[in-house]
């Protein structure tokens, strides 16, 4: 986790890796949630952002999951981004 361009209120979600011999126990889905009770409930953050590579199906299902929905797309080589996103409000609903 870390804040974005210094704003307390907008804070950036690395990259979740889980160990691929464990994946489908719903680890990450847990992670991601703790992160998110974390960030929204004691940081006191407003959105919270995540990048998924275009062709990884399977965490862009999990961040699905958990709330984050697609924010926007940014072209890089060799794989594209989806940046994700997920407000307080739509947390809290």
């Not at 974005?4 to 209120?9: F, R, V, Y």
């Not at 719903?26 to 919270?48: C, H, N, P, Q």
């Amino acid at each position: 986790m870390r804040y974005l361009n210094g704003d307390t209120k907008l804070l950036r979600f690395g990259w979740v890796v889980i160990d691929s011999t464990i994946r489908g126990k719903g680890y990450g889905t847990e992670m991601l949630r703790l992160g998110m009770k974390y960030a929204f409930e004691i940081l006191s953050v407003d959105k919270i952002t995540i990048g998924v590579f275009e062709n990884n199906d399977r965490a862009h299902a999990c961040y699905k999951k958990v709330g984050f929905h697609d924010a926007g797309l940014t072209e890089k080589e060799p794989v594209n981004v989806i940046e994700m996103e997920i407000l307080k409000e739509e947390y809290q609903a």
